[in-house]
């Protein structure tokens, strides 16, 4: 070791803290300036750690099971009543449903109709928090030769839950359409009114730009638009509701403080381009 | 081992300098750990901000108690590994540790003579404004203005945290974290 004299080693000392200081500074901007090496950076670390969270997952479900189990013991009762009658007034709907079908599959048949190719899926376990403080997002954890890929689509089973925003190679991060930076293409379902939902960080996305004339009515469904290229029609998103001061949120269908299981759904759009593919772009896809 | 202390003491093997290398790197070591334990997926409501109150609490008690085995080099990757775990721009959770290193290695003395409950107000004050900060940084980075509720819970819960790991932590810092004890 080189031996320093003492005055100078307490002053390299003093100085320590103000370069590391300028450093974080130094770090910020260059997060700001290569997005890329910071997502590359974040991803990797991600990588490293998503199949530790991934075994951490199980039992850690296990135990989330049994609290809420215990839970649903004490609201047994009330419960089963309630379902009880939930139960028969979906076996109209469903009846309803099943005629209706029948009704589109007729009348798409004398159209000639082309159908939707149906989409590839995969599934994945949501295995950490990925947005921080200031931002929704979840970590997914996937096989080392997976095939997802930027811009996907995150359903549950109720709903739509997000896009894939980074990938690494054995995790992915999806921002929930809750997020601040999410924007997702809707249309009202009652008046077939174009919206923007546009994340808060909060429990429920706010809806902007709906035409003049039309009001999202309290209670109507919202689904996504095929606007912009980016989501096919009609993925459920959730539901209008007004908020106390009079401003027109969507409650999401989907289930997204507790997400445990998401389908990433690939449905070949390239609407927005993801920054590594815009050199080679890909062929677009015939529907 | 300290050198400037007078005494009798064993012969420095290379087991004991692992042990009191080890003893030295303990603080750094756990408050990464920590980092990783508070970003499993719990499911806690709110598990950000306490993974953030985490890193925190611990680099402003290891500060005050024993900034030698908290010197800013290490505060630097703590917050790195915290910026790269949080998805966070990155920088913004380093500057902030390196600013609650500072001011607490400013004030140790006082502070430590004081006693516990002053380093609490101490570390309120300081949280209060890191979560300010952060808050501020983030939002110029995305240029957005971000909802102020969260950094005000950061803040809270960054208080409440703290002196149920400070008993943890003094704990640690007389026994497994002592060097004097290899």
């Not at chain 1, 991600?46 to 809420?68: F, K, Q, T």
């Not at chain 1, 996305?205 to 109507?220: D, F, K």
């Not at chain 2, 500057?95 to 290193?101: C, D, E, F, G, M």
Request: glycine letters at 6%.
């Amino acid at each position: 070791m080189i031996r320093l004299s003492v005055p100078l080693r307490q002053a390299l000392a003093k100085l320590t803290l103000p370069v590391f200081i300028v450093a974080s500074f130094g770090l910020m901007l260059l997060g700001k300036a290569d997005t890329l090496l910071a997502e590359r950076a974040r991803m990797t670390v991600a990588d490293a750690l998503a199949p530790i969270y991934d075994a951490l997952a199980e039992p850690l479900s296990v135990v989330h099971r049994a609290i809420a189990g215990a839970r649903h013991l004490a609201t047994l009762y009330e419960d089963n009543a309630r379902l009880r009658e939930e139960n028969v007034r979906l076996r109209r709907w469903q009846s309803v449903a099943l005629a209706l079908d029948a009704e589109n599959t007729t009348l798409k048949a004398q159209l000639r109709w082309i159908p939707d190719p149906a989409p590839s899926y995969v599934t994945a376990r949501v295995v950490a928090d990925a947005g921080g403080v200031y931002a929704r997002a979840v970590l997914l954890s996937l096989g080392p030769n997976h095939s997802v890929t930027k811009g996907q689509i995150a359903l549950d089973d109720r709903g739509l839950v997000g896009r894939v925003t980074e990938l690494g190679a054995r995790s992915a991060r999806v921002l929930l359409l809750t997020d601040m930076n999410s924007r997702v293409p809707v249309t009202l379902e009652g008046s077939r009114a174009r919206a923007i939902l546009a994340g808060t960080n909060g429990a429920r996305p706010r809806l902007m730009y709906w035409p003049e004339g039309v009001q999202p009515a309290e209670g109507e469904r919202v689904v996504t638009s095929a606007e912009a290229n980016t989501y096919p029609p009609g993925l459920p998103v959730g539901v209008v509701r007004y908020s106390a001061s009079n401003v027109p949120e969507v409650m999401p269908l989907a289930r997204l403080d507790r997400l445990e299981v998401v389908r990433l759904f690939d449905y070949g759009l390239k609407g927005v381009i993801p920054p590594e593919t815009s050199v080679a772009r890909l062929p677009e896809r015939r529907r | 081992m300290d050198d400037r202390r007078p005494g009798i003491r064993p012969r420095p093997s290379i087991w004991r300098r692992l042990d009191s290398t080890a003893r030295r790197s303990f603080p750094t070591a756990m408050t990464m750990l920590l980092l990783l334990v508070t970003a499993a997926p719990f499911r806690l409501p709110g598990q950000a901000e306490l993974q953030n109150a985490a890193a925190l609490s611990c680099v402003f008690f290891w500060s005050v108690y024993r900034p030698g085995s908290m010197p800013p080099p290490a505060v630097f990757l703590v917050g790195l590994l915290a910026d790269l775990l949080d998805f966070a721009p990155p920088g913004v959770g380093v500057i902030s540790l390196l600013v609650a290193h500072g001011v607490a290695v400013r004030w140790r003395r006082d502070l430590i003579r004081l006693g516990f409950l002053p380093v609490w107000l101490a570390f309120v004050v300081v949280a209060t404004g890191l979560a300010g900060l952060q808050w501020l940084l983030t939002s110029a980075l995305t240029l957005r203005l971000l909802p102020a509720g969260s950094a005000l819970f950061q803040a809270a819960l960054a208080a409440g945290l703290y002196p149920m790991l400070a008993v943890l932590l003094a704990r640690a810092h007389r026994t497994v974290a002592e060097p004097a004890n290899a």
